[in-house]
């Protein structure tokens, strides 16, 4: 990479549109969360952003009862795993997460013929949330994105405290 394209807003851009792109491909990620030591990873479906949401802040709902919400409660720092085989598009994004626990905000996210299935009883309702990562992190791999030869060399891309993006070294 040049340091001419590490700073080039269209660079930039072009990365972040084939992330958003790969995102859009599947219908669901790897959460990977810390919790006594190690590292665990759940197979998770993300909501479908709404047109008010920022492009990098990703939700999925959950029972606040699971050990994944215990997880997110006490280190916020998880990553999210997208892959796309059939594209040759892979990536791994960083965040912090936030339990969305307070009735109010549960309610305001509530789809209820989407979750109902989730949560059939009155209990398993009252339990629901959500957890939202907002990204700050991303390492892609996407053939015809990342620069060449594809997979050899990972592109980090870096969201600074102003909310930009920037490729990392």
């Known amino acids: 990479m040049s340091k001419l394209e590490g700073h080039d807003p269209k660079y930039i851009e072009r990365l972040l549109a084939g992330a958003a792109a790969t995102v859009a491909s599947v219908r669901c990620c790897w959460l990977l969360s810390r919790a006594d030591g190690c590292v665990r990873s759940r197979p998770m479906g993300r909501i479908l952003p709404s047109e008010n949401d920022d492009d990098w802040t990703i939700r999925f709902v959950t029972d606040r009862r699971s050990r994944k919400a215990a997880d997110v409660r006490r280190s916020a720092i998880v990553s999210l795993i ?6 040759d598009a892979f990536i791994c994004v960083a965040g912090t997460a936030r339990l969305i626990e307070a009735a109010p905000e549960v ?17 398993d309702r009252a339990n629901a949330g959500f957890i939202e990562v907002r990204i700050g992190r991303m390492e892609l791999w ?25 490729c990392a070294r």
């Not at 309610?107 to 009883?121: G, I, M, N, Q, V």
């Open 142 to 166: 996407i053939r015809g994105v990342t620069p060449e030869p594809f997979g050899l060399r990972t592109t980090v891309l870096e969201r600074d405290p102003q909310g930009a993006w920037h």
């Open 82 to 87: 997208f892959q796309n085989d059939r594209d």
């Open 107 to 123: 309610s305001a996210l509530w789809k209820e013929d989407d979750y109902r299935p989730y949560f059939p009883t009155e209990t």
